[in-house]
Nanobody, 115 residues
Framework: QVQLVESGGGLVQPGGSLRLTCAASRIFFSIFDMGWYRQAPGKERELVASIDKDGRRNYVDSVKGRFTISRDNGKNTVYLQMNSLKLEDTAVYYC?????????WGQGTLVTVSS
């Protein structure tokens, strides 16, 4: 069964850092476009960052300069390095793998930014 498993969420103070990890299994990882989405309470899920199979990256404006997405095809893993975290970054973060019309989601990991 195809799986995406996120880890690395937790509680952090404003200005702190976290690194999220998404490990994929049973997919040909290197041909998938990968992304991180988040959903805050009462809000719609939004795309935070993406990296395609060729390594091209995109970020939502609110995280540019603070978050970095990367991938390691040898480890079937995508990362999201989050620095200078703000209160408004609090959300459940989801890993996503896309290939054409196929979409795979992880179960999500909670990031709470609070003083």
């Amino acid at each position: 069964q195809v799986q995406l498993v996120e880890s690395g969420g937790g509680l952090v103070q404003p200005g702190g850092s976290l690194r999220l990890t998404c490990a994929a299994s049973r997919i040909f990882f290197s041909i998938f476009d990968m992304g991180w989405y988040r959903q805050a309470p009462g809000k719609e899920r939004e795309l935070v960052a993406s990296i395609d199979k060729d390594g091209r990256r995109n970020y939502v404006d609110s995280v540019k300069g603070r978050f970095t997405i990367s991938r390691d095809n040898g480890k079937n893993t995508v990362y999201l390095q989050m620095n200078s975290l703000k209160l408004e970054d609090t959300a459940v973060y989801y890993c996503h793998a896309g290939l054409g019309s196929r979409a795979i989601w992880g179960q999500g990991t909670l990031v709470t930014v609070s003083s």
